[in-house]
């Protein structure tokens, strides 16, 4: 599945996080994240023939959403009807299930606006402008400055920039480095909190496949559901949405995609790709393995554990799948040795030019010493400010509430980035979300992660000592959970309320703990933001200004979870002898569920056999195309030449993970869910006839 | 499941598998794994008014068996009919399965003796005789040689008298170190080799409960099969088997288990655990995950694919959660403290002891100095001698054949322990076992540890290039297992007896890699033997010493997977505010699986419900008692006093696993299945009476 790979795990420890231009010397066919105040225009234009208007392009963007939890959507009519994935729906769908009442396993359909249940802690971002910051924020920051000062600078700068944004428009205001740096963009947004679930298919349909299938193709999943965005408890009117094709997409048709890749690397060093390679990654996955055993183990015990811990465990498994895949690629020669050549070619270039070597021929040693201060840090800062080594809920807000009092506390230009007044909302959105919290699940997810910490640290630590406080990592787990009063969303505001004093009184013991993590945490953070991050940024701006200077302007940024513009065209592939199909089809669905016995995890749903003998076996489910895509693009809107729907992104195939660092178009491949296949299945199995009319108005009538 | 704890593993990873006498100041009451010739006659008198008489001991003796593959057993009829548990016999019916006919999921039952298939590898021990040669070991070894000629010297003289006791007696010899190298005693064993399968239930019941219940009490699983040894193709005349208690074990019961348990490291110093604490374990933690992530992908693609991977899953799972227990418990404070403790007062003994003190006492130094070295190459030793970088049948059988060379080709007294004379009889039966190996899955295992090397030394690492070959893992893998000529048996026998003319003129691709890896393989494991096993022995055979002086003689030594008895009540115990029983009963398995609405892992098999209204739900099936047992006791035979088969071991309860170094009876129980609960479902469930009369002539007539 192609979200943001679990983007906050990244975040949180992965702090290679660079924002940079692709290191392109020249463009593959269908190659591109494009920005959509900088589209490629040119290129289509010459390949496809095709222009996109400013209108056109105006139209897209507006019907595009950001899922700020990790993903992308559309609006699909004038009353604020949302698709996406259902994967991407299903943090929603999971924190508004209890114990009786299981939407991912059931599915939903509401019967009337009436009853359309809203999600507990979701934001929607639409972009509405895009303003050049650039000059004020180099301005601001001089690069004789060393690199606290400078990290201090332009922490200081985007703060205000974005404040005063929010403050005159409104809107949310986020300052985007593009082109590592190259470029200060400031994205204003409309934003939408009071979002509601419409309909979502059962999660068998959805994942049909599970893990086995997941980046895999051929594919047969229903990976789709419907929101619908309200203001003042109206469904809210949407001047643009994308219209939908019944046709849907065709073989060999040119298909635009436009939505929010989480992150690309593709300007990578090779000594950075090393570390990532054999250090970062590997990491990573040892994590995550334990972490997929902790609660695989977990859920097994009971058919409630299991509803309890589905989405944290689907995240997992799709990051394992997804890293795996990452590294394998990293782990080929081939790639490898194709990204020293072109690394070798560039840095050639710059050594025999007087004037680029002094300005840039330091930037890869650069690099360099920032990989191997981030090596020497990474471990504990994972642990510590990742927070890896206090898995749990309960902890997130406790820290949370502990940082807030302290950073609240200071001028707006000094505060942590996540605490700046204009970031404050969407914090305090998900600090006072209702989502539940289960006291047996948080105790075993922090008794193990309490286990890595000492196991890291070693349990002889100091500061292991001081976090277990004389218990096993058992005990003590279960003692936070039993005694932390946080669960309580109105203590939760109450001590946001209270600020500082209130903290300082708090007998609350996760509060506690996070207080005692809280010194060693920053000083790792302070170690990466100065000598990793804003070393890197320096470095790669001088790298992408040198690449400007030897292969010519004129290309895309590296992926920064904002929207870009991506086309390809809908076709089939080779893989071994086999040639694969550019599409699937409903029938196809119930055959791959028989060949594996109709087993979990390739179970169809009941409502599915109910009615096998409805639906157009021959109906497009899933189809393949060359668009430049990466997680985080999960549920942007396939669409045609008119901007109308022809599918919906899902997921890439294994071959389409090295795009994180390297674009091929051989065998990687977009996986999208056909428009038709969508209408057939909500017609014929679902029913969800007042969905449909207002999907295509007067669709079900007119049949 | 209670079995040795994935011993292969442990012993290619672990190497701090000293053999120790137990550091126990006093005995706790049912403490110990005695000598079948030093048995605890004192106290079994003492304590329980109970006497093992000569005769007695010698019946019970000649009645256990070793399963080498790792478990326990025991003789139940005078024709060679041979009790275990069911997950001790997985391996062998797991090498007799193939696609359409899978003995795990469906049991076994053979109708007639000429029916029952013979296992492709097993090999059964009991023990004949016992032989003091600590005399002639000492002799040989002198403490003025540095550590590498003690080492050497050590291996020569006990491969000799291994040889000469083979050549006298024609039995199995096997010189074991007990109390750490305080003795060593040859052990001479009747070996079987032509061992058939005869009955197996379901592993649905046999592991009923499966992850989630593995390690825990209450438990209901029918975890016994039966084989059947034979000699010159008949059954084998057996004089010693053990007679069956059709009521079995009763509350507050004395019971005894005579067994083998595999490892205890009870004699550990605090520096020693600390490196399995903060080291070791969440090491081979950390591979387990890997692999089980692996296996249980694998699996998931298909039935055939989880049928394929069953034994080695199971295996996993089982050592993960038996290792999780072991760290949680050296993560406890009070445990450790305790054994801080005791360690204290016995260097404070030695210290101030003018004799001890210059003997002794520099003892733990030397403990640490072999752990510091331990620690070192402890990564690169798994992995290379460990062969966890090479996780393939195929690579085991290569390297085997390439070591076989070149180990004949020296003396006996200078060949590696497992290619000594006396230990090549057993080595020759796994290399030449018809075992199906199947390609897909030696490729998936083999792909994922070649990644772990690359991941570990670092793709750019010249021995991590030599081994890729300028391929990724993936397709390495893929290379190595498609042009590997040895699956087929004999060609491995060919090689073998080609010897290393036929390893040097080889193509053979896996054989080319076990050759490229072996200098570096034995080069870590000549430091392992000589400065840290060496060391080790030496230096706890001193502390030993040092604990005879202070405390007096009388105590039971390490576990060496070699016979014992350990003693016992039958006897419930309180967990948190819960009393739990001492039994279980049939009835409790029905009620146990509809508590989880009959869903894996908690469905009963169809045989279960077909009979539902046969059996007497009262019946015990599982009980707990006191006896000091460890992984390799799985199977054991649980005994009264007049030496009739009550019960068998299958498992300790997670308040167990912290035996491996410290004895508990507070809460620490063995669990077994009640000899009535196993004559109850052979009867009425599974109709089984050749068996029940064989069992108990005259039983079902007699009904």
Redesign the interface.
Known sequence: MYRRIMWKFFAATTFAAVLSISLIVSLQADEGMWLFNRPPNALLKSRYGFEATHDWLDHVQQSSIRFNNGGSGEFVSADGLVMTNHHVGTDCMQKLSSSGHDYLTTGFMAKTREVEPRCVDLELNVLMQIEDVTDRVNAAVNLQMDTAAAEKARRAIINTIEKESLDKTGLRSDVVALYNGGEYDLYRYKKYTDVRLVFAPEKDIAFLG???DNFEYPRYDLDICFFRVYEKNQPARIQHYLKWSPQGAEDGELILVSGHPGRTERLDTVRHL?SL??QI??YI??LL??R??LL??YS????ENARRAHEDLFSIENS??AILGM??G?????I?SKKAGDEQTLRAAVMKDPKLEPAYGGAWEQVASSIRTSEEIYRDYSLLEGAQAFDSNLFEHARTLVRLADETAKPNAERLREYSEAALESLKLELFSTAPIYDDLETAKLADSL?LL???L???NELVRNV?A??????RAADLVEGCTLKDVETRKQLAQAGRKGIDASKDPIIQLAKVIDPEARRLRKIRDEQVREVQRQAYAKIAKARFAVFGTGLYPDATFTLRLAFGVVNGYQEGTEQLPWTTTLGGAYKHSED??N?P?FALPKSWFEHRNDINPNTPLNFVNTADIIGGNSGSPVINKNAELVGIIFDGNLESLVLDYIYTEDQARAIAVHSSGILEALRKIYQANALVNELMPGAVAGK
Chains 1, 2 share one sequence.
């Not at 097994?300 to 058919?303: A, V």
């Not at 990293?330 to 081939?334: E, G, I, N, Y």
């Not at 004389?470 to 005990?475: D, L």
């Open positions: 599970g893990d086995p090393g390679r054999d990654y590997p996955l040892n393995r334990r997929e055993i695989r183990t097994e015990r009971s058919s394992r799948k590294l394998a990293l782990q080929d020669p081939l490898m286990s000492a196991e890291s070693g349990a002889d277990l004389g218990s096993s990592p058992r005990k594996h016995q087993q995890p």
